[in-house]
């Protein structure tokens, strides 16, 4: 079996900071994903990459850059961090017509 | 847009009982919408429970079943017996036909089953 490792787990940051959070799968999985999960809100997309160098938007892009340098690798830049702001960002991958795997997520907190 | 909308928790039953969680979806944009429930116990990440992918058929894992319902729009999650192991949070979701496999999810169901 294959396992997706974010890090930070947690993050905390400042106002108007650029922050930026890993994903690593090992499964050589082609699509990867970033969810953003608020408090007692389902996950929203953020970006997602059908595979090395490629980049979609997702619903919730605006304030967000990604990259895909990799294939095993998915970065997410938060481009100026808003107060007060906690959520927790989810990282996914899945190979062609097979099931989505998560990491465990990072923990963001903005104060 | 698509949404997903589920019983709010926490729900809480005893060891034994039966469960229905219920889900209801819209989905405006996706002509053969995918339908999913994940589960995230304590300490782990978002794991797949089950899926259903064509109306009419039933998905079954670990004695949970669901329904994919096209005139009701709904994927209700049930369970005859439930366990004490079986505490955690279930989402439903909504995967897009694009072959992308973009999800939406609902807000999630905080399940606490008692002994």
């Known amino acids: 079996g294959g396992i997706i490792t974010q890090t930070p787990k947690f993050l905390i940051g400042q106002e108007g900071q650029k922050l930026t959070l890993k994903c690593q799968q090992n499964f050589n999985h082609d699509t990867m994903y970033w969810y953003r999960q608020d408090s007692g809100k389902g996950l929203r997309l953020i970006y997602y990459?059908?595979?090395?160098?490629?980049?979609q938007k997702g619903d919730l892009s605006e304030g967000y850059d990604a990259s895909r340098e990799k294939k095993s690798s998915f970065s997410l830049t938060v481009t100026s961090a808003q107060k007060n702001e906690m959520a927790v960002f989810l990282c996914?991958?899945?190979?062609?017509?097979?099931?989505?795997?998560f990491g465990k997520g990072t923990r963001l907190t903005v104060v | 847009g698509d949404s997903v909308t589920q019983t709010e928790g926490p729900v809480t039953v005893s060891e034994s009982e039966s469960l229905i969680i219920n889900c209801t979806y819209s989905a405006t944009s996706i002509a053969y919408p995918n339908l999913f429930w994940y589960v995230r116990y304590p300490g782990e990440g978002l794991q797949l429970l089950l899926k259903v992918i064509t109306a009419g058929q039933k998905g079954s894992s670990r004695g949970f079943e669901a329904t994919y319902n096209k005139e009701t729009t709904s994927f209700h999650l049930q369970k005859a017996s439930v366990q004490e192991s079986d505490s955690a949070v279930y989402y439903c979701a909504l995967g897009d036909d694009s072959g992308y496999n973009k999800l939406t999810f609902g807000k999630g169901t905080v399940l606490l089953v008692s002994p």
């Open positions: 990459s059908i595979t090395e160098n490629d980049l």
């Open positions: 996914a991958s899945r190979r062609q017509g097979g099931e989505v795997f």
